[in-house]
């Protein structure tokens, strides 16, 4: 497929807006009128001082239409855009023109500069947003503004990235390495050793310039593929290098119930950890074999149960809407067996198809079916934890989701994960350290963001650590040049 762009510079949106119709496309951008068209369907978008016009050319005819071009060029020639792809392929995202990262937010200021009501009005009659995803993104933005009420200028959080797991789901785009390859299992003692210099490092930086440790978050990859011994090494570190006094939540990822043990457990709840993720993804046996978990749902209900048992009182567990070979019903099966469980949080993802992931590499496309399909689990999804005390407190979007849909943490009141809104809402630095990891500082009174990236892979990681120290002295510059 072709997209002219003819006299505007609206590029990005309309690229975007046209990859939410139709997302298995190749898309060949082209400034100007094409010359060469062959076979392909051609997406013209053009900009006048007064006028827009969108015309859609393939070999079923052509359909074009113009409008007044208003004040705001990009939303006319969206608009425009939107209301011929629909018409052309009989569908309606249900996020309408919304292609951005976090509604919530967009929410958020709309409603500052113009009432709730007005909000409301502007994402269902101006951006086309379904009333039911205008009513989460009201509701995730209200539960949002309490937890950041809570960010002073002087906070801070920690992300620990351990980039390893037992094996690679089909669908992961993250850089995480499957210790089931002796090259990988072999990097991990150098990695501990490294990651836990890294945090003292970290930690005397932030001694040093008197931040305040808000939340921790051990993600990845699964923290739990690293041993009992091993964790203990790196949440030692954690104690040692910061001032825990203020701390508030301190999350690790037990992401794959294979990787569960009393043992870990307990060198978690000893080295402090408040909350872990238990993550299912689904309760079907046979998609968890397809996409490649080494785990069943009976082993997720096991360690659940051996978390709860180790005292742990505030426990996550991730689902996928839109797994290769899960219907609706089965969908539904899942979350009510994680119901059944009463977490305190369950996050529902939709399935996305990044380009590292083996399923993208494997060919697997997206259809109207699957789309369709996702809208009814999460419709589902929605309705049931809502009848169980869920609320939605956190959302974010990504690109190339199925039906272009979104993510959503649902929680029992008082256990909102304060990390996730903390690191998606950008109120304050949070550090990075391990492979992967991201430090992103933000002006304590401004909205200034600077970002310090790690090395993306353990090996690197490990050759480049001395660099990698070196690149964070930028953050007692950044606090110099913006104060605290
Ligand atoms: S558990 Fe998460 S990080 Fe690990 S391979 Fe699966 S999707 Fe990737």
Redo the contacts with the bound molecule.
């Keep these: 497929m072709i997209l002219e762009i003819c006299n505007h510079p609206y590029q990005y949106e309309t690229e975007k807006l046209l990859r939410v119709f139709f997302p298995n496309e190749k898309l060949r951008i082209i400034q100007g009128s094409a010359s060469n068209t062959g076979s392909e369907a051609v997406v013209t978008t053009a900009a006048t001082d007064t006028e827009v016009l969108v015309r859609f050319a393939d070999a079923s005819g052509v359909l074009e239409a113009r409008d007044a071009r208003g004040d705001d060029g990009e939303l006319s020639l969206e608009t425009l855009l939107f209301r011929v792809l629909q018409s052309r392929t009989g569908y309606t995202p249900k996020w309408g023109l919304l292609t951005g990262v976090r509604p919530s937010k967009l929410f958020l200021k709309l409603e500052r500069a113009c009432g709730a009501d007005g909000a409301k009005r502007y994402f269902t009659d101006t951006l086309f947003v379904s009333p039911e995803k205008t009513a989460l993104a009201a509701e995730v933005g209200a539960r949002e503004q309490a937890v950041l009420a809570l960010s002073r200028p002087e906070s801070c959080s920690l992300y620990v990235s351990i980039p390893f797991?037992p094996?690679?789901?089909s669908?992961?785009s993250?850089v995480?390495q499957?210790v089931s390859t002796p090259s990988a299992r072999k990097l991990v003692p150098e990695y501990v050793r490294l990651l836990a210099q890294e945090i003292e490092e970290t930690g005397k930086l932030v001694k040093a310039l008197g931040l305040r440790l808000e939340s921790i978050y051990f993600g990845?990859?699964?923290p739990t593929t690293l041993s009992a011994e091993q964790l203990e090494a790196l949440l030692t570190a954690v104690r040692g290098a910061f001032n825990l006094s203020a701390l508030r939540e301190y999350t690790v990822e037990a992401?794959?119930p294979d990787t569960v043990t009393p043992e870990k457990l307990q060198a978690l709840r000893a080295g402090g950890v408040t909350r872990v993720s238990i993550?299912p993804q689904t309760f079907n046996d046979e998609v968890l074999r397809t996409i490649g978990?080494a785990h069943t749902a009976e082993m997720t209900v096991q360690a659940f149960e051996m978390a709860r048992a180790a005292g742990f009182s505030d426990i996550n567990m991730d689902l996928i809407a839109g797994l290769p070979g899960e219907s609706v019903a089965s969908f539904c099966n899942s979350i009510d067996r994680a119901v059944a469980l009463a977490p305190e949080n369950i996050t529902v993802h939709t399935l996305s198809l990044k380009r590292a992931s083996t399923m993208t590499a494997n060919g697997t496309q997206f259809d109207k079916e699957s789309a369709e399909n996702a809208d009814e689990m999460l419709h589902y999804a929605a309705t049931a934890l809502g009848n169980a005390g869920f609320n939605p407190y956190y959302m974010y979007r990504q690109s190339k989701t199925l039906g272009n849909l979104e993510n959503t943490g649902y929680t029992k009141d008082g256990y909102e994960c304060l990390y996730n809104i903390f690191m998606m809402e950008e109120c304050h630095t949070v550090l990075g350290a391990g492979a992967g990891a991201v430090t992103k500082l933000k002006a304590p009174h401004g909205a200034d963001i600077s970002r310090i990236f790690n090395y993306k892979y353990p090996y690197e990681y490990i050759t480049g650590f001395s660099q990698l120290l070196e690149r964070k002295r930028a953050i007692p510059v950044f606090y110099e040049t913006h104060g605290l």
Aim: glycine share 18%.
């Design positions: 797991c094996t690679r789901c669908y992961c993250f995480s499957a990845g990859g699964t992401g794959r993550n978990r």
